[in-house]
Every structure is written in structure tokens, then in C-alpha cells.
């Protein structure tokens, strides 16, 4: 297992299949996804699992709406050939290494997820109190571990989650990376690098070591990633012991901070489902109208004769996302100088929504009636994913010493 070099290059992402993708989804995770996907080694994936940490009840209504969520996928843009799309608990790997990793995780870490007791204390209507949930970020490390991903696209609510994916990392890392006789292991790796890169690779470690030089680090880790003639076990352990620590087995990702449009509901709050504030990829088109017609305006505005501000009303996040600077003008002013009405300011902005909308739709329907196709890409996505995350159990299990027969 390298620990570096192409492995940096992938990206991992998950959403919980909660039924049909709405703007929100489009404008906060998939048109990032259609980027990325052209950049990076890109594993996505239904994450059908967590949806029982929060929804056990409702197991039975997960398949629908993961087959839904995946015909969205598709019908954005997210592209098989380029992405390997796939269904979590295909993988069962991600449980295995799930519960592994639940044995080095201290309850502490996850009582202090910041998410953990505030959902607690927000959703009345649900059973949170179970094992399952409170372990929730152990089966997101284990989804971003298995597959050795050096990045994470997150929204800044999910960043505390990639961090302790980084400490349980780290936490394994120490406990079973050390093999008996590391140290002599790992110097005799450095007789492989040849001279002279090998007291490159000891003044690098040294100045990293003695005085947290990131440069020297990275340095240092661009030397093994070049090398060719190391094993990978020797690579891993060379990294393991540049940094301070053992063998690298679980790779540290980072996460990926995106400049995603905040979508706002239909009311104004966060477009969410649970708000009933979507509106949908898929929705027929004269509802949308209907829905972005009768959405709420500035309260404040009561009469066409009142002028309006623009900064409190949902509309005007909308012309944020759809609208160029010159009808985001004409809208500002029409609203603060009560030149145009509500209906007039919102045209623009129905008529983009329909047009965004149009082909989605269509290709979604295409799709849909070609359930066939779906499940063979999906196929294809399972059989790549697999082949990493069997790679990194055999190594997991081996570094813990459960590779008997
Ligand atoms: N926790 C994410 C959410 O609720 C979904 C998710 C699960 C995920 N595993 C992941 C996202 C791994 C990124 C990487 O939205
Ligand atoms: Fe909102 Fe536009 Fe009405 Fe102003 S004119 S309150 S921005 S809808």
C-alpha cells in the first residue's frame, strides 16, 4: 500500500440516499462533484448505512430512494466514465473496518462531536440514544479510510468529522503501525534510497523532526514518492518514520473546502427536506412556477408601494445563484426604489430555475427507463471500489496481525 503520490489524487463523497436531489444538493454538492470529476480519482458513493443511523425505522424506504438519488446523479452529469459511483453496503469492508476502528476510538472523541449533541437535542421526533448513531463518524472514517482518499469535499459542517477521521487515523497508526522491529526495518529501508538521497532523507527527517519543518516534510515525501526501486511496505514505513510515527497503513485525508453556493429554501432557512422548503430536480415544471410564485418575499414589503430590501428576502438569494449582474441590479433597485412588483422580480428568476431544470428532467427520464443501465454502472463502480478497500483490509489486517487462516 502506498500511502502517497496517485493517492492524493482521490476524492471521496457520500450522500445519504434520502429520496430525489433537490437545488440545494445541485448547487451545494453535485455541481462540485461534476467538477471534480474531471480533476481527481473520484469515488462516490449512496451512503444507505448512515441513513439507518438516524432512520432505522424507515429501512424499507431506503432502496427506493437510493435509486432515485442515483438516476439524479446521473441525469447532472456525474459521469461513470470518469467517477466510480457505487452503494456503501455493497462494500462490506466499510463495516469491517468500521468496527476495527470502533475498538481504538475513545467514547470521548465522539460524545464531543459537535453534531452529536446538537442533533440530540434538536430532533425530538427520532430515536438518536443508540450505539449506531453515536458511532456515525467512526462509519464515515471507515467510508474515507478504506479507500486511502486524500480528500474530503465537505461543507464546514461536516469538517470536525474529517478531523477525527484524521485523529482515529493517526490513533491506528500509532497502536498497530509499529511492527516489532520497526526502527531496524525502517533503517535499513534508507540503505535502499542509496546514498545520497538516503542523508537527504535523514537531514529532511531531522529538520521536520527538531523543528516542524513542513518544507523539509514535504520534501522529504516527494523523495519517496519518486523513488521507484522502494517496496511499498518500505515506502509506508519510510513516511511512518519521517513523521515520528509507525508504517503508515490509514491515510490521513484532508478535507476539501468548497466555495459551494449556499441554496437557500423556498422560506428563506437552508433548502432542506425536512423544512419541506424544496424544490425538486425532477419537479414538474408548472409546480416549480407555483412554488417560486407563492414563495415568501421581504415581510416587510406588505404593499407594491412599499420599497423592499433585498438582503431579507429569499428571492434575492436566488438572483445571487441564477441571475447576471445586470438583472441583479434592475432587481435591487426595482425592490429598494418600489419600482417593480414581487411577480415582476421573481420572472428572471423562475424562468432559469425552468431552464437549469429542462434537461435534467429529461435525461432523468431517459434514465429512469433504463433501470438496466443504472445497475450495470453501478456494478462496475462496486467492482473498482472493492478492489481498494479488499487492498487496504488485507493491509489493516495484517498491520493487526488477524491475517491467520
Ligand atoms: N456524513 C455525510 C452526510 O451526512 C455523508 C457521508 C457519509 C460522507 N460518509 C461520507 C461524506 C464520507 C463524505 C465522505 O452528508
Ligand atoms: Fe424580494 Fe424582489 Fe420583492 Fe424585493 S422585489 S421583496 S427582492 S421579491
Excluded at 438516524?54 to 429501512?59: A, K, L, M, N, V
Excluded at 497502536?175 to 535499513?188: K, M, N, Q, T
Excluded at 511496505?233 to 490521513?252: A, N, P, S
Aim: charged residues 25%; glycine residues 8%.
Amino acid at each position: 500500500m502506498s500511502a502517497m503520490t496517485s493517492e492524493n489524487q482521490r476524492v471521496l463523497s457520500g450522500i445519504r440516499p434520502t429520496g430525489r436531489m433537490h437545488l440545494g444538493h445541485l448547487h451545494g454538492v453535485l455541481k462540485n462533484w461534476l467538477r471534480l470529476q474531471h480533476e481527481y480519482d473520484c469515488f462516490f458513493f449512496a451512503a444507505d448505512w448512515h441513513a439507518l443511523t438516524t432512520h432505522y425505522e424507515q429501512s424499507r424506504d431506503i432502496e427506493a430512494s437510493m435509486w432515485d438519488m442515483l438516476v439524479d446523479w446521473l441525469a447532472v452529469g456525474v459521469d461513470p466514465g470518469k467517477a466510480k459511483l457505487f452503494i456503501q453496503s455493497h462494500i462490506p469492508e466499510h463495516a469491517e473496518l468500521h468496527l476495527l476502528l470502533s475498538m481504538v476510538t475513545p467514547l470521548g472523541w465522539l460524545e464531543r462531536v459537535p453534531t452529536y449533541k446538537e442533533q440530540q437535542e434538536q430532533i425530538k421526533d427520532r430515536d438518536l440514544s443508540t450505539y449506531g448513531f453515536l458511532g456515525y463518524p467512526v462509519l464515515m472514517s471507515s467510508d474515507i479510510l478504506v479507500y486511502r482518499a486524500g480528500w474530503v469535499p465537505v461543507g464546514e459542517d461536516q469538517v470536525p468529522h474529517v478531523e477525527l477521521t484524521r485523529e482515529i487515523a493517526r490513533r491506528f497508526n500509532h497502536v498497530f503501525g509499529r511492527e516489532p522491529d520497526f526502527e531496524s526495518r525502517a533503517e535499513s529501508a534508507i540503505k535502499k534510497l542509496g546514498k545520497k538521497n538516503g542523508k537527504l532523507y535523514q537531514e529532511l527527517r531531522k529538520r521536520y523532526q527538531e523543528q516542524g519543518d513542513e518544507q523539509a516534510l514535504q520534501t522529504a515525501q516527494a523523495l519517496l514518492a519518486d523513488n521507484h526501486n522502494l517496496t511499498l511496505g518500505d515506502r509506508d514505513r519510510l513516511t511512518g518514520y519521517l513523521e515520528g510515527g509507525g508504517r503508515t497503513i490509514l491515510l490521513e485525508p484532508q478535507p476539501l473546502l468548497t466555495a459551494a453556493a449556499r441554496t437557500p429554501g423556498l422560506d428563506g432557512r437552508k433548502m432542506s427536506k425536512s423544512y419541506g422548503n424544496t424544490i425538486g430536480l425532477r419537479e414538474d415544471p408548472g409546480e416549480v412556477e407555483e412554488k417560486l410564485r407563492t414563495m415568501p418575499t421581504d415581510p416587510a414589503r406588505v404593499r407594491r408601494s412599499d420599497p423592499g430590501n433585498p438582503e431579507k428576502c429569499p428571492v434575492w438569494d436566488f438572483h445571487k445563484i441564477y441571475s447576471d449582474q445586470s438583472t441583479r441590479d434592475w432587481a435591487w433597485k426595482g425592490c429598494t426604489t418600489a419600482g417593480i412588483g414581487c411577480l415582476e422580480c421573481k420572472q428572471p428568476v423562475i424562468e432559469a430555475v425552468l431552464r437549469e431544470l429542462k434537461p435534467i428532467r429529461e435525461r432523468a427520464l431517459e434514465i429512469e427507463a433504463n433501470p438496466e443501465m443504472v445497475r450495470s454502472v453501478i456494478n462496475q463502480g462496486c467492482e473498482a471500489a472493492r478492489e481498494v478497500a479488499r487492498d487496504t483490509m488485507d493491509g489493516v489486517r495484517q498491520a493487526m496481525g488477524l491475517n491467520y487462516r
